[in-house]
């Protein structure tokens, strides 16, 4: 995926999670997306294409040995964040799924009246 593709497929996801809003705290070069103030997905403005998400740390080390273009965090803090960078390694499908995981370890951390969907039955099917 090139830059802008990256960037567009991870801010198209975010936009359609429920309760999702983007911010711009850190100026108009960043959009910061949130879910009940806490931040879950970071994309800079500057061309680069990076897209800053949470990740479990056994996953976020896991995608970083698995895919050249995953890396720890940029200026996040490594354990609990990936950078995704532009690059053959990564997949539209792939970059909605990490979205989707980085909404979702966010949201169960919220107190159960805040939670916009159920963590643990969001995305899934019904049986």
């Known amino acids: 995926m090139d830059a802008r593709e990256l960037t567009s497929a991870a ?5 359609e999670l429920p309760g999702s ?3 711009n705290p850190f100026g108009p070069e960043w959009d910061v997306y949130k879910v009940r103030g806490r931040v879950f997905l970071l ?7 990076r897209v800053t998400l949470k990740s479990h740390p056994d996953d976020a080390e896991a ?3 698995t895919f050249a273009d995953i890396v720890p965090g ?6 609990h964040w990936i950078t995704l960078n ?3 390694s990564l997949e539209e499908g792939l970059v909605t799924e990490l979205v989707t995981e980085s ?9 159960r ?6 963590p643990q039955t969001f995305g899934r099917p019904v049986d």
């Open 74 to 79: 940029y200026h996040m803090n490594k354990k």
């Open 21 to 23: 809003e983007r911010e």
């Open 63 to 65: 995608l970083r040995e």
């Open 113 to 118: 009246a805040q939670r916009p969907v159920d």
């Open 11 to 15: 801010a198209a996801r975010a936009d």
């Open 43 to 49: 994309l800079p403005l500057d061309g680069t294409g």
């Open 86 to 88: 532009p690059g053959p």
């Open 103 to 111: 909404y979702l370890l966010v949201v169960e951390k919220l107190p």
